[in-house]
């Protein structure tokens, strides 16, 4: 699982103690039997700081072209089409979970140990699709060593920019990335967060920083904890419903 971290006990809600969560701290909240906090109840956000795609690659010899042509292949053929990730609950897997919950489709799940072994299979026509990193698959894909059929977020990759988004291509309303959070204990007084809020987004804002982030497939994502919070808990509901559809349960 990405992330599913749990709070310090007897941290003080003073601001001086933050927490760099992932989107696991959603998707734990379902996943995992046991877990000693609530991400809802017992963090207030500060912003958001990240967000980062999956590309949807397939195997050049599939006969799909778009998105749309893959799902009536995969369609047509259940249980036999297979996609790989770095293991259960993690952010790949979840990608291709969420694209199977909102389609109907009936796939394999292979599990691998990492990003690199996951997506070579596919390049070796092992695997029929993977929901791949940014910068792992970028170059495989220039190369033509795999098809990108779709980004995972709600626009288009700036360094795919002809390649469009699951949504756009076949899947309305889809959208799975692989965000950053910064939070802080819950009891945290409004105004320490709001000046945590307007120090973070300024330093997310800074043109060093988001050179930085480009570099590594990753764009800021800064925001105001209002809508920090409100994505918090939107993509808390999201995958409670693809988590239970799954049957996921990580002891």
Do not use: C
């Amino acid at each position: 699982m990405n992330g599913a971290p749990a709070p310090r006990s007897g941290t003080q809600p003073d601001g001086y103690t933050a927490l760099l969560a992932n989107a696991g701290i959603a998707t734990g909240a379902t996943a995992y039997v046991r877990l000693n906090f609530n991400g809802l109840r017992d963090f207030a956000p500060v912003t958001q700081v990240s967000a980062t795609p999956h590309i949807l690659v397939i195997h050049p010899s599939l006969p799909a072209k778009t998105v749309k042509e893959l799902i009536a292949f995969t369609r047509a053929r259940p249980g036999e089409l297979n996609f790989s990730s770095t293991g259960h609950g993690n952010s790949d897997h979840l990608a291709a979970a969420l694209f199977s919950y909102m389609t109907g489709l009936k796939m394999v799940h292979v599990t691998y140990k990492g990003g690199p072994q996951a997506l070579g299979d596919v390049m070796t026509g092992q695997i029929a699709m993977y929901f791949a990193g940014v910068p792992v698959a970028l170059p495989l894909v220039k190369a033509g060593r795999v098809r990108a059929m779709g980004v995972t977020g709600a626009k288009r990759a700036a360094v795919l920019p002809d390649v469009p988004t699951v949504a756009e291509a076949g899947v309305p309303g889809y959208e799975h990335i692989l965000w950053g959070m910064m939070l802080v204990p819950a009891a945290t007084p409004k105004d320490v967060v709001a000046r945590l809020s307007v120090a973070a987004v300024k330093a997310l804002e800074a043109a060093d920083v988001r050179q930085r982030y480009a570099g590594m497939g990753v764009e800021p994502a800064p925001s105001t904890p209002e809508r920090a919070s409100a994505y918090l808990k939107s993509e808390t509901d999201k995958y409670a419903k693809v988590v239970k559809a799954i049957g996921l349960r990580i002891e």
